[in-house]
């Protein structure tokens, strides 16, 4: 698991406990696109 999916493990895992329904499907959406630009990233660095 790389670090940012760590962190968003965490911070969807503070954020469920910390605040309502909606607002951790908002950070549980963020996470997602941020690790798919990650992903993105990564596979354009290793095809340079």
Same mark, same amino acid.
């Given at each position: 698991?790389?670090?940012? =999916? $760590?962190?968003?493990?965490?911070?969807?895992?503070?954020?469920? $406990?910390?605040? +309502?329904?909606?607002?951790? +499907?908002?950070?549980?959406?963020?996470?997602?696109? @941020?690790?798919?630009?990650? $992903? @993105?990233? =990564?596979?354009?660095?290793?095809?340079?």
């Amino acid at each position: 698991m790389t670090e940012p =999916e $760590r962190s968003c493990q965490r911070l969807e895992s503070t954020g469920l $406990r910390a605040t +309502n329904d909606s607002h951790a +499907n908002d950070i549980t959406l963020l996470c997602g696109r @941020v690790l798919v630009v990650m $992903r @993105v990233i =990564e596979t354009a660095a290793n095809i340079e």
